[in-house]
């Protein structure tokens, strides 16, 4: 019977990842999967993280099943986490989950059970595991325009026009903050601006946060998915840790739903916990209690939100370096964009064959799109990026 499966194509992320490995070039740089690295290429354990392991191995004193929806002071962390003092616990359904994939997988399955006729709408472009993941559930998937590839900056009349074709029974799907693939964001006068259009058509906002804490700060970056909270009585916040705390292969996140009365959320907790169960019943643990332990301890809280400044910082300075050199190696400012970009990622805009010169003749490895993780730099690498950049004659 398994002959009968059709070979699948592997993920283009994870596929670069794979090949980086195996290239045994020395001075080759992976600017591919985003991951954060330190200027030695290693990805580190936040100190926040790893002493809430040790006070976790000395308190713990079972490994018994936790609770089918999470563990409830993780919930409630990250409920304030991402909605500050508009968290309505008594309005919102919390789910932990298998990451913030695993919060975007239980997030469709929800919107589904709630309404089987919905489509779903993407910014182009957009994660490709969103897409994929709708495909592989049979969702119908539309586009609405993002990026603008002639400035680096997001198409907001484009996308404007296209998020009002969403109708009430219908998800927008949107990035939160550090949009993946391409840097760009809106800002907080366009955020108001989607909050008036998802009123008008009563279509259900869901906001991947899967960077908070990587762009413009832990506050900064929550400000659009909160405004949305504020207006909109429906949403749906699918949230990562995996990079804000470092903790990837934890696999920690969670699904928040923001109801519009007691009622509807007690009804939409019940269906969270349901799809757990039928997904892989309880959901991972460890991560999770790492996450509630450092928002839950004053000194663990404040030295993680210290390190992840000193991440953002270091990312944003790296952009900052890289444009500059880029101006003066191109002789013009057409790289400026990248200096404004926020998060892990820029597209840099270039054809499929010149990211693959990139990585044949310059050993640069970046995703097909032409996304660099910035991340993946440091000091000595950026110009040498810069110089491949312009001889690549991107
Ligand atoms: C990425 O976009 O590189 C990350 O979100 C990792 C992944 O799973 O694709």
Redesign the pocket.
């Known amino acids: 019977m398994l002959g009968n499966l059709k070979p699948q194509a592997p ?1 283009k ?2 596929a670069l990842m794979g090949e980086f490995k195996a290239d045994p070039r020395q001075g080759k740089i992976d600017l ?4 954060y690295k330190d200027a030695d290429g290693h990805t580190p354990i936040m100190r926040a993280v790893l002493e809430a392991e040790r006070r976790m191995l000395d308190s713990e004193t079972t490994k018994t099943y936790s609770a089918l929806s999470g563990e409830p002071d993780f919930l409630k962390a990250m409920g304030e986490l991402v909605l500050g003092a508009g968290y309505k616990p008594e309005l919102t359904a919390g789910l932990a989950t298998v990451g ?2 695993g919060a975007i997988r239980q997030a469709l399955e929800l919107a589904r059970m709630a309404n089987p006729d919905l489509r779903i709408f993407v910014s182009d472009p957009t ?3 969103h897409v994929s993941i709708m495909n592989f559930m049979g969702l119908p998937v539309e586009t609405y325009r993002y990026f603008d590839n002639a400035t680096r900056g997001v198409d907001f009349e484009g996308m404007k026009t296209d998020i009002a074709r969403a109708k009430k029974g219908d998800v927008v799907l949107l990035h939160g903050c550090c949009h ?2 391409t840097g760009a964001n809106l800002t907080i006068e366009e955020w108001a601006e989607v909050a008036d259009i998802l009123e008008k058509t009563g279509a259900l906002p869901l906001i991947d946060l ?1 960077y908070q804490g990587f762009g413009d700060g832990l506050e900064a970056d929550a400000a659009g998915t909160r405004l949305i909270a504020s207006r909109i009585p429906e949403v749906l916040i699918a949230a990562s840790c ?2 804000n705390f470092g903790i990837y292969r934890e696999r920690t996140g969670c699904l928040l739903a923001q109801c519009k009365d007691a009622a509807t959320r007690d009804l939409t907790q019940g269906a969270m916990a349901f799809l757990n169960r039928q997904t892989y019943s309880f959901p991972p643990f460890h991560g999770a209690k790492i996450v509630a332990t450092v928002l839950n301890s004053p000194d663990l809280r404040a030295d993680w939100m210290a390190e992840l400044e000193e991440v953002r910082g270091g990312m944003l300075r790296l952009r900052e370096q890289l444009a500059s050199e880029l101006r003066a190696l191109s002789g013009s400012d057409r790289f400026d964009f990248i200096a404004s970009h926020r998060g ?2 820029s597209r840099l805009g270039a054809p499929a064959d010149k990211v693959q010169r990139l990585k044949e003749e310059f050993a640069i490895y970046m ?1 097909g799109d032409s ?1 660099l ?1 910035i991340a993946g730099l440091n000091d000595s690498t950026v110009p040498i990026l810069a110089r491949a950049i312009v001889e690549a004659g991107i």
């Open positions: 993920d992320i994870l591919g999967v985003g991951v913030g994939t994660w490709p595991n993946n693939p899967a995996s990079k892990m990622f995703v996304r993780n």
